[in-house]
T-cell receptor, first 114, second 116 residues
Framework: AQSVTQPDIHITVSEGASLELRCNYS??????LFWYVQSPGQGLQLLLK??????LVQGIKGFEAEFKRSQSSFNLRKPSVHWSDAAEYFC????????????FGTGTSLTVIP | GAVVSQHPSRVICKSGTSVKIECRSL??????MFWYRQFPKQSLMLMAT?????????EQGVEKDKFLINHASLTLSTLTVTSAHPEDSSFYIC????????????FGPGTRLTVT
């Protein structure tokens, strides 16, 4: 069965520091992988996705993620965090026949301190 | 970008009553819509997948008779929680997708349901 693990429930970083959010997945086939951000009162917003090809994926807002099949990981990174990046971040794997049935991790809450 | 709305944003209902939540794609036609449930401080859990004009496909463990999903048009899906109980209190989120799996899923802002 497919599953997604985000080991870090909560992370605090200083503004301007680098960020890495971890995501590990379990899925029998080639996964479709996604990172979403959830801000209060707003719907989830897609940061980036991986279907195939280049394992380093660039997303919006300066985020990137790297797919590592050997480690079953899809970690999200940002070189310099902004205060506006404080939010809840979810990693998801797309499963099912068409890959559009999402299974989400438990999320990582990011706090940014000045 | 594409916009998905949900109505209402918050609803309080009494135990035993039914409540309907609407999910609309405002500026695109959604061939597929999804319903998720999110508990506090927890992940989103996929409840069901619905395609316009056909019956919804429910995830294992989701009671189809309790959570009625109707996808009557390409821009509207509804989730009806029937005979609601306090344990149904949760945050319900829908998403909509235009076409193939490579198309982005756009998420609504969610509906907070409280059953008293």
């Amino acid at each position: 069965a497919q599953s997604v693990t985000q080991p870090d429930i909560h992370i605090t970083v200083s503004e301007g520091a680098s960020l890495e959010l971890r995501c590990n997945y379990s899925y029998g086939a080639t996964p479709y992988l996604f990172w979403y951000v959830q801000s209060p009162g707003q719907g989830l917003q897609l940061l980036l996705k991986y279907f195939s090809g280049d394992t380093l994926v660039q997303g919006i807002k300066g985020f990137e993620a790297e797919f590592k099949r050997s480690q079953s990981s899809f970690n999200l990174r940002k070189p310099s965090v902004h205060w506006s990046d404080a939010a809840e971040y979810f990693c998801a794997v797309g499963a099912g026949d068409t890959g559009n049935q999402f299974y989400f991790g438990t999320g990582t809450s990011l706090t940014v301190i000045p | 970008g594409a916009v998905v709305s949900q109505h209402p944003s918050r609803v309080i209902c009494k135990s035993g009553t039914s409540v309907k939540i609407e999910c609309r794609s405002l500026d695109f036609q959604a061939t597929t819509m999804f319903w998720y449930r999110q508990f506090p401080k927890q992940s989103l859990m996929l409840m069901a997948t619905s395609n316009e004009g056909s019956k919804a496909t429910y995830e294992q463990g989701v009671e189809k008779d309790k959570f009625l999903i109707n996808h009557a048009s390409l821009t509207l899906s509804t989730l009806t929680v029937t005979s609601a109980h306090p344990e149904d209190s949760s945050f319900y989120i829908c998403s909509a997708q235009r076409g193939t799996f490579e198309d982005e899923q756009y998420f609504g802002p969610g509906t907070r349901l409280t059953v008293t």
